[in-house]
């Protein structure tokens, strides 16, 4: 019998699929997780953005050289 020419049959493809499979499940298991664990308020977020950008307010210009 060759190599390649292993019995298991179904079986064999079953666990083939599976191990293909599972790092995909695992992967959105903790995409979930993660997107639960963020603050969902975008708002806060330009606003935090603007701060850190040292602008005067989050829509405004900031000058260069003041």
Not at 8 to 37: D, E, H, K, Q, T
């Amino acid at each position: 019998m060759c190599a390649n020419q292993q019995p298991g049959g179904v079986a064999r493809i079953a666990a083939l699929g599976v191990m293909m499979l599972l790092p995909f499940g695992i992967a959105f298991v903790v995409y979930r997780a993660l997107r639960r664990a963020a603050p969902a308020t975008s708002v806060a977020s330009s606003t935090r953005a603007g701060v850190d950008a040292g602008g005067t307010d989050v829509g405004g210009l900031r000058e260069l050289n003041p």
